[in-house]
């Protein structure tokens, strides 16, 4: 039998897990939506990557709890400059994005 130490332990680690695997999935679907912004807006997405700045609960639409993600990258209009872009997701939907 298990005691509750053990019990919360794995509880803990399942979260750490499940936050760990789904914040993976939300940091791919970010790139692929500033990439996509990016080409349609015709300037580099630097770096090919997202990086993330700031994570926090919050509501959906629907009123269930998720986490917000805020993700930061760098694209360049002109090939010789560094301009911020940032990308908000709201589970595994983009709230905003910012070029």
């Known amino acids: 039998m298990l005691s509750w130490f053990e019990i919360i332990s794995v509880g803990i680690l399942g979260g750490l897990f499940w936050l760990w695997f789904d914040s993976t999935r939300v940091h ?3 790139v692929q939506h500033a990439r996509s912004q990016c080409d349609l807006k015709e300037v580099q997405f630097l770096d090919a990557t997202v ?3 700031r ?3 919050a509501r959906d639409e ?3 709890f998720t986490l917000q993600r805020t993700y930061t990258f ?3 209009d002109t090939g010789n400059d560094r301009q911020p872009g940032s990308i908000i997701m ?3 939907v ?3 994005l910012t070029i």
């Open 28 to 30: 791919e679907i970010a």
């Open 51 to 53: 990086s993330l700045a």
């Open 55 to 57: 994570i926090k609960p």
């Open 62 to 64: 629907n009123g269930h």
């Open 74 to 76: 760098e694209y360049s």
């Open 90 to 92: 709201l589970g595994k």
């Open 94 to 96: 983009v709230q905003r």
